[in-house]
């Protein structure tokens, strides 16, 4: 399957109960794909309240599978924006990248890609010393 038919979005995701989203938003320089304090309070469409039990800040970079190489660079440039590595960063407990691959499913139901991520990208991965979580996904068209 050629790889510019998958698409994926790499995220960068910082959790911690005292984290401030201002604080980390001017620390990187950069706008939040989402974000919130603990506590935050807020009713869903059925009408369920939730409250939030940990504060986040999220950003989420897509592209074709082709550009992954592109987007961990570009992860690269927002998460040392700040000079010091996101676990320092004040109220940040968690930290790590998600990277999810979508694939067109096939009319027989199979799905399949490959992914290249070049060696610059591979150890801009690793000085950002943080974990990597994998998911693919099959979209049906």
Do not use: Y
Request: aromatic fraction near 4%.
């Amino acid at each position: 399957m050629n790889i510019q038919a998958c698409e994926c979005d790499l995220t960068l995701f910082l959790k911690g109960d005292a984290l401030q989203p201002t604080l980390v938003t001017a620390a990187l320089g950069s706008t939040p794909t989402r974000s919130h304090m603990r506590g935050l309070t807020w009713v869903t469409s059925a009408g369920t309240v939730v409250t939030e039990k940990t504060g986040l800040w999220l950003i989420a970079l897509s592209g074709d599978l082709s550009e992954l190489s592109a987007l961990v660079l570009q992860l690269q440039s927002i998460a040392e924006a700040a000079g010091l590595p996101v676990l320092e960063l004040p109220g940040v407990d968690v930290a790590f990248i998600d990277l999810l691959i979508m694939v067109p499913a096939s009319a027989g139901g199979g799905a399949g890609c490959g992914v290249v991520i070049d060696a610059a990208s591979m150890t801009a991965l690793g000085r950002m010393g943080l974990p990597l979580e994998l998911t693919f996904a099959a979209i049906v068209p």
